[in-house]
């Protein structure tokens, strides 16, 4: 199976720390995409990044990946309450033919007012 | 847009009795996904369509699973007979996909309980 595991499996955090969740996978990719869920919501795309890049900001958001090690870091720098949720990485096959992605077991964060 | 539209976003149904979910995709877009959601599982693929046209199904995990998309805006998930443990949250999402574009856009969801 190629599904991405994240780690932690829960974090909390106090308000204005910065938050980093990890990915592994276990196969080659094409690229890698964090998603975010709300409690009782659908899932919400983050960013994607490319297997040729190393690095990619969003706002608050950082994103590296290594494909040598086969992982992922997401940081979220100084977090707010509205934050708190669960955070998934979805990766594809490696084949440039399929747009199937298969979503880790994601990161339950907590972040206190 | 009004994104994607899921329906019903509540079901409450015998085991036994057919379900059928349904999804609206966001207009425009080439793909279509169905996943299934449990604090067990976590969140499972069952089935995509490009095109309208079934690529993957390998997720569905049994006969009593059926899905369709008999045009661009529109698709349903059949569970016929239902389990008690096929209780989950079941999520359609589109994209507009292609060398550049992976993106996918999730509904609401549905929330599935047998009993």
């Known amino acids: 199976s190629q599904q991405g595991e994240e780690d932690p499996q829960a974090l909390s955090i106090q308000e204005g720390e910065n938050a980093t969740m990890n990915c592994s996978y276990k196969t080659s990719i094409n690229n890698l995409q964090w998603y975010r869920q709300n409690s009782g919501r659908g899932l919400v795309h983050l960013i994607l990044?490319?297997?040729?890049?190393r690095e990619k900001h969003s706002g608050r958001l950082r994103v590296t990946l290594d494909t040598s090690k086969k992982s992922s870091s997401l940081l979220i720098t100084a977090s707010r309450a509205a934050d708190t949720a669960s955070y998934f990485c979805a990766t594809d096959g490696g084949d440039s033919g399929t747009y199937k992605y298969i979503f880790g077991t994601g990161t339950r964060l907590k972040v206190l007012a | 847009d009004a994104g994607v539209i899921q329906s019903p976003r509540h079901e409450v149904t015998e085991m036994g009795q057919e379900v059928t979910l349904r999804c609206k995709p966001i207009s425009g877009h080439n793909s279509l996904f169905w996943y299934r959601q449990t604090m067990m599982r976590g969140l499972e693929l069952l089935i995509y369509f490009n095109n309208n046209v079934p690529i993957d199904d390998s997720g569905m995990p049994e006969d009593r699973f059926s899905a369709k998309m008999p045009n661009a805006s529109f698709s349903t998930l059949k569970i016929q007979p239902s389990e008690p443990r096929d209780s989950a949250v079941y999520f359609c999402?589109?994209?507009?996909?292609?060398?550049?574009?992976?993106?996918?856009?999730f509904g609401p969801g549905t929330r599935l309980t047998v009993l």
């Open positions: 990044i490319r297997s040729n890049e």
């Open positions: 999402a589109s994209s507009l996909t292609g060398l550049l574009y992976n993106e996918q856009f």
